[in-house]
Nanobody
């Protein structure tokens, strides 16, 4: 059974940083493309980026070099490092993997506010 669990969210001031984690069970994050999404109140869920099985990463244009996706195969965990955070980054952040269907974690809340 595939399970994803996000953590690391919280309240941060504009310009600050957070690192989100996505711990996986039931799969190995090293052999699947792992994705991050976010959803702000009243908005649709939007794609942030992914890390592929070979370690290649790709990001949405709005990231603009502020976010980095990485993984630790030994911990079976994927990370989203977010720097230079803005109030518009406030959202619930989710990780995702597609294996004969989409699997999502429960999400972690990120609030950027002074």
């Amino acid at each position: 059974q595939v399970q994803l669990e996000e953590s690391g969210g919280g309240l941060v001031q504009p310009g600050g940083s957070l690192r989100l984690s996505c711990a996986a069970s039931g799969i190995s994050v090293s052999i699947y493309a792992m994705r991050w999404y976010r959803q702000a109140p009243g908005n649709q869920r939007e794609w942030i980026g992914f890390i592929s099985s070979d370690g290649t990463t790709n990001y949405a244009a709005f990231v603009k070099g502020r976010f980095t996706i990485s993984r630790d195969n030994a911990k079976n965990t994927v990370y989203l490092q977010m720097n230079s955070l803005k109030p518009e980054d406030t959202a619930i952040y989710y990780c995702n993997v597609n294996i004969r269907g989409a699997y999502w974690g429960q999400g972690t809340q990120v609030t950027v506010s002074s």
